[in-house]
């Protein structure tokens, strides 16, 4: 399975940002699918994730602004940030675990791929 994240750029504190995943080399139907981040000098961080069944988790730090979505017809996983913080600055990855389990311990995802920055300015 590939992975290519995609749609950062530069926001305002307050405002919102969507980023994509696309995957592919296999359908991701039964994957679970997680977003994570990694600001400079910091630890990765798991933000969000979906299992096969559509469960969603997510981490303290963005509950209630962000949301994970996933389109298996177009093999997309999604994550919508609303009400964006200058801590959120990160570059952000996607990253699949064939198991679809989910859950946000980012060792159980075999599949990681590019990531995409997200800068938001205060």
């Known amino acids: 399975v590939q992975l290519q994240a995609s749609g950062g750029g530069l926001v305002q504190a307050g405002g919102s940002l969507g980023v994509s995943c696309a995957a592919s080399g296999r359908n991701v139907s039964t994957y679970a699918m997680l977003w994570f981040r990694q600001a400079p000098g910091k630890e990765r961080e798991s933000v969000a994730a979906?299992?096969?069944?559509?469960?969603?988790y997510y981490a303290d730090s963005v509950r209630g602004r962000f949301s994970i979505s996933k389109d298996n017809a177009k093999n997309t996983l999604y994550l919508q940030m609303n009400s964006l913080k200058p801590e959120d600055t990160a570059v952000y990855y996607c990253?699949?675990?064939?198991?679809?389990?989910?859950?946000?311990?980012?060792?159980?995802?075999?599949?990681r791929g590019q990531g995409t920055q997200v800068t938001v300015s205060s």
């Open positions: 979906i299992n096969w069944r559509g469960g969603k």
């Open positions: 990253a699949a675990d064939r198991s679809g389990r989910g859950g946000l311990y980012l060792g159980a995802y075999e599949y």
